[in-house]
């Protein structure tokens, strides 16, 4: 490892095969290299998606010496004891006391560098002591940008004192990183975008409601077809992994649309700027992934989200999106549904009051507080 190099360390769910996932770890390295002066750059993942201007190493891989493997915890903690910066970078990462206290100790092993944490999520806590381990890490971070309001409240609450600053979601900078086309470059708008998720099976949650979910918005689809308000259906697979991905269950929507409409599938990609500008060519999009709901809302695409999780009705929030474009992923009424999507296939779809380029400035707040430092 060059002595010299300035070392930033991306700590999330990347390599996960997860879309908005992807779309943090590029607007972190991306952030790193501007920011940080970062010129070698880790994240916790055994691969990592495709990022064009920047070669981001993965940790989750083991050396291997005549058969011997070392394992991944003894890499990441040489690693730590030569990096910079730690940075937490976007989603739901601090939510249970394991994953929490493990945190803390890349801290111990990196007491050294600067840590912060970026368009992240604080709770809704999953289980007893995390809270009160959210609260001592906060405490050791030297900037906490939190994404939305709830975990606003919830990071004063239970650390006063750390530094948090009620930020923005990574996602709408992505349009700033190297390669990501400018708005307004597609081509006429087509086509309704769906991105579903099978949530319960991932929480050991009711799998019934999955199923009742997917009826009704395969009756609400064929209805709009009915209605003459599309002919056409796009399902985008923000999650591409084999159980807990979106694949089959698009698979299983496609069947019960049938024949009516054109139907197309789009796997999963790892590049997320290319699902950026896919997004960006379509006329509407029901979302239930909430990164689908993100990227569409960055696209200027009508959008209606279906909400399994606080952290979906806060993003609502914070674009000020209408409350009529936000409906309960666990009880859906199939009539109501059909309702919402008529309006949102019209001619006059409800928008957020927000404008993009407003969440890409709150976004850079993520970044900005480093300039900020150093110039005082």
């Known amino acids: 490892m060059n002595d ?125 002591g995390a809270e009160a381990a959210c609260g001592r890490l906060l405490q050791r971070l030297a900037f906490v940008g939190v994404r939305d309001r709830a975990s606003f409240e919830r990071a004063r609450s239970i650390s006063p004192r750390a530094n948090v600053k009620l930020t923005f979601d990574l996602a709408p900078a992505l349009s700033l990183v190297p390669g990501c086309p400018n708005a307004g470059s597609e081509g006429p708008r087509s086509g309704l975008g769906i991105s579903l998720c099978n949530y319960e099976r991932f929480v050991g949650g009711d799998t019934m409601r999955e199923e009742t979910r997917l009826a009704a918005v395969a009756n609400a689809v064929r209805a709009a077809a009915d209605a003459s308000l599309l002919d056409r259906v796009v399902l985008i697979d923000f999650n591409g992994h084999p159980y807990y991905g979106d694949h089959d269950l698009h698979r299983d929507l496609a069947e019960r649309i049938g024949s009516k409409l054109q139907v197309e599938h789009i796997r999963y990609n790892d590049n997320p700027v290319a699902v950026l500008q896919r997004v960006r060519t379509l006329r509407a999009m029901l979302a239930m992934r909430l990164h689908a709901a993100v990227f569409a809302f960055c696209a200027e695409t009508p959008t209606v989200m279906l909400c399994y999780h606080e952290k979906c009705r806060e993003w609502g929030n914070m674009i000020r999106l209408p409350s009529n474009c936000m409906v309960d992923a666990r009880e859906i009424d199939p009539a109501d549904l059909e309702s919402r999507l008529e309006r949102l296939c019209g001619t006059n779809p409800f928008m957020p009051e927000m404008p993009p380029a407003e969440a890409t400035t709150h976004a850079m707040e993520n970044w900005t507080w480093l300039t900020q430092e150093a110039h005082q």
């Open 4 to 128: 010299h190099a300035i070392t930033a360390f991306l700590r999330g769910y990347y390599g996960m095969q997860n879309t908005g996932d992807d779309a943090f770890l590029a607007v972190a390295a991306w952030g790193a290299q501007n920011f940080c002066q970062s010129t070698k750059i880790y994240a916790t993942a055994s691969r990592v998606p495709r990022i064009p201007f920047a070669r981001v190493r993965p940790l989750g891989f083991r050396l291997s010496f005549h058969g011997m493997g070392i394992p991944t915890r003894l890499w990441e903690r040489f690693v730590l004891k030569r990096t910079h910066w730690i940075v937490w970078g976007g989603g739901s990462v601090l939510h249970s006391a394991a994953g929490i206290t493990q945190q803390c100790r890349c801290l111990d092993y990196a007491s050294h560098a600067t840590a912060f944490a970026i368009g992240v999520s604080v709770g809704p806590f999953r289980d007893a």
